[in-house]
């Protein structure tokens, strides 16, 4: 479904991703681990066309992205939920959800739907639908952010650590919704720090260090990998 | 008492024309983070708009309004894509260069075609309305009234449309206007397009009851930044309070005190203001 070829990408002289190879499949949960300045981020923004790749091709159901304007990518089905969620604080958490269904704003029974069916994922955002989204728990600002990104109708959707900054039962929430968002048949690429967590939900796993790929496996591998366990479990 | 009143019909028509031109300033400002000093400009370009299709093509003062309002959002948009567009990468100041050269460039056009002359634009609201002894010229209470009736349209095109909600989107987080697939050019055409059209009527609004000369920008532009500043960058409620707060300065300071500091007025209030709060009386994104 995605896959990534020998991608580079660099912030002036800095060379942050380092011919990147990877794939998604159709209806997977991949994880990617890595530390703070792996690269996690710059490798979903290159997808998402948010920064150019200087190098290599990104494909997504064997169309380039790479080229492509963020709307455009958007459009075809590649939706990110980036670190520190960016919602527009003082629109609504309604409103919020409602600009994530701005590429498919013809067709408002669709988004009706959808939007019931995020409310379902979400049932709390109910009762703050028209709270502002700056107003709320940095969890349920979570919640709105993915919300947000499910009313976008991913085929893939990235989420670029969902759960930064939350409390451990908020986290364990968090990634139930996940695997339950995979199991309902959106294919979910997650980059997090929070390893054993992330793996517990995973069909497999990339680890990222300094930009560049340096392992990769399955859930099973990943969980018994010593050194996975050293570097990213503490256990 | 009458005087007084008379006062306050000045204070608001000068408020309601500046809040006019902030909004379009701090609506680009806001958004696209771009201080459009050509600003002032557009609005100068909008005034000899109507004068040219009234004076010239002999259309009505309504048709002229429209007309000239419609120009000058092409204007400003054609700003936009030949001039800003091509310079989002580059540091700031590049915009700020390029404004002023934009405005330069459209004073000796607009001085090449019709000089330096000043001009006189007329309306057919001459007359003077009188309440019971509460007189009031029919221009300025068109121009109260006019203002009032687009900022509501404003507010409802923010508030209701979805164009409206994307422009307050990229003005509140760009990134996640970015990431719901908004098209970030849209939304700036748009931008410049709407502050084309409230300079152009604003413009249009008061020439009755002002002159009409190439140079006719520079002051309104400067108030308009106080303006902006004291509302705060990038707010709209901002702009419109610091207009009126402009505006009634302006007519008491100018009856009260002298007219010949009229224009000092708006200055020394702004380092009033900011001195007390330096963020401005509306913090940004206070939509
Ligand atoms: N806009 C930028 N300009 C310059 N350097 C950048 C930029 N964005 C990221 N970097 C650098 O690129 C490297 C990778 O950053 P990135 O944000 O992709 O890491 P990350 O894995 O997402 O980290 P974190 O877990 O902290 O979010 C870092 O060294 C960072 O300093
Ligand atoms: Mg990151």
Not at chain 1, 170 to 181: A, C, G, L, S
Request: hydrophobic share 50%; glycine share 10%.
């Amino acid at each position: 479904m995605l896959q990534l070829k020998n991608v580079d990408v660099c912030y002036g002289s800095f060379k942050a991703l380092n011919n990147i190879s990877m794939t998604v499949d159709t209806g997977e949960l991949v994880v990617l681990l890595g530390a703070n300045g792996a690269g996690k981020s710059s490798l979903f923004n290159a997808i998402s066309g948010l920064n150019k790749p200087s190098a290599g091709d990104v494909e997504f159901e064997d169309r380039r992205l790479n080229g492509l304007k963020p709307n455009a990518i958007v459009s075809g089905g590649v939706v990110q939920c980036a670190e520190g969620r960016k919602l527009f604080p003082h629109m609504s958490v309604l409103q919020n959800l409602m600009l994530g269904a701005y590429v498919h704003r013809r067709d408002r029974a669709g988004n009706k739907q959808r939007l019931n069916e995020v409310l379902e994922l979400f049932p709390i955002l109910e009762d703050k639908a028209q709270q502002p989204a700056g107003s709320l728990s940095g969890g349920q600002q979570q919640m709105v952010a993915i919300g947000r990104a499910m009313m976008s109708r991913p085929r893939l959707l990235m989420l670029d650590e969902p759960s930064l900054g939350l409390a451990p039962l908020v986290v364990k929430q968090m990634f139930e919704i996940i695997k339950q968002i995979n199991s309902l048949g959106t294919t979910v690429l997650l980059a997090e720090q929070n390893a054993f967590a992330a793996l517990k939900i995973a069909d497999r796993a990339y680890v990222m260090e300094n930009g560049q790929l340096v392992m990769e496996g399955d859930q099973e591998t990943m969980l018994g990998n010593e050194q996975v366990r050293r570097a990213y479990i503490g256990a | 008492m009458n005087l007084f009143f008379q006062q306050i019909i000045n204070g608001l028509t000068l408020g309601s024309i500046y809040g006019l031109v902030a909004l379009g300033l701090t609506l680009v400002y806001g958004i696209l983070h771009i201080p459009n000093f050509a600003h002032g400009a557009l609005y100068m370009v909008g005034a000899f708009m109507s004068y040219f299709l009234m004076m010239d093509l002999g259309v009505h003062y309504w048709v002229a309004m429209a007309g000239s309002a419609a120009i000058v959002a092409i204007l400003a948009v054609l700003c936009e894509r030949l001039v800003f567009h091509p310079l989002r990468n580059s540091p700031p100041i590049h915009d700020k260069i390029a404004a002023i050269g934009i405005l330069l460039f459209l004073e000796a056009l607009v001085q090449m075609f019709w000089g330096a002359d000043f001009r006189r634009l007329s309306s057919p609201f001459t007359g003077i309305l009188n309440f019971d002894g509460l007189i009031i010229p029919e221009q300025r209470l068109l121009i109260i009234v006019g203002a009032f009736v687009l900022v509501a349209a404003l507010q409802l095109f923010l508030r209701k449309t979805m164009i409206g909600a994307t422009i307050i989107a990229m003005a509140q987080s760009r990134d996640g206007a970015f990431l719901v697939g908004i098209d970030a050019n849209r939304v700036a055409m748009m931008t410049f397009a709407i502050s084309g059209v409230l300079a152009a009527i604003a413009a249009t609004l008061y020439a009755p009851i002002n002159l009409v000369y190439p140079a006719m920008g520079h002051l309104v532009i400067m108030k308009a930044f106080v303006i902006i500043i004291l509302g705060g960058m990038g707010s709209i409620p901002g702009a419109i309070a610091g207009g009126m707060i402009i505006g009634f300065a302006e007519a008491f300071g100018g009856f009260y005190i002298s007219t010949a500091y009229k224009d000092i007025i708006a200055f020394g209030l702004l380092v009033v203001i900011l001195s007390v709060r330096p963020q401005g009386l509306f913090a940004k994104g206070a939509h």
